[in-house]
Nanobody
């Protein structure tokens, strides 16, 4: 089982980036996919998540209205579109998978995320 995150980089405040997470190695049916981030010196923070069906999403308040999570037609690729980026969005972003047992659950507790990607750095300059 492998989760591969990509798309990070350096962007100016107000700009956009799109992260991708490709899942491989098993059938991810019933898995909710989430994005997390860890800023320097801070705890890991939940960003948002999406149901296996792709029609239900859940966001942290700090990114709601600026970030959008979507799922590819194959269900094994998840995207994080980040708009109106702020310097405080600077962090290593991770994708993760949690078995929800349902195709429509977008929120699961962080403790249930059992598969993690390696992270991709996002730096927002002011």
């Amino acid at each position: 089982v492998q989760l591969q995150a990509s798309g990070g980089g350096l962007v100016q405040a107000g700009g956009s980036l799109r992260l991708s997470c490709a899942a491989s190695g098993r059938d991810f049916s019933g898995y909710t996919m989430g994005w997390f981030r860890r800023a320097p010196g801070k705890e890991r923070e939940f960003v948002g998540s999406i149901s296996w069906s792709g029609d239900s999403t859940y966001y942290a308040g700090s990114v709601k209205g600026r970030f959008t999570i979507s799922r590819g037609n194959d269900r094994n690729t998840v995207y994080l579109q980040m708009d109106l980026l702020k310097p405080e969005d600077t962090a290593v972003y991770y994708c993760a998978a949690a078995f929800a047992g349902s195709h429509r659950v977008s929120y699961v507790p962080e403790s249930r995320y059992s598969k993690w990607g390696q992270g991709t750095q996002v730096t927002v300059s002011s």
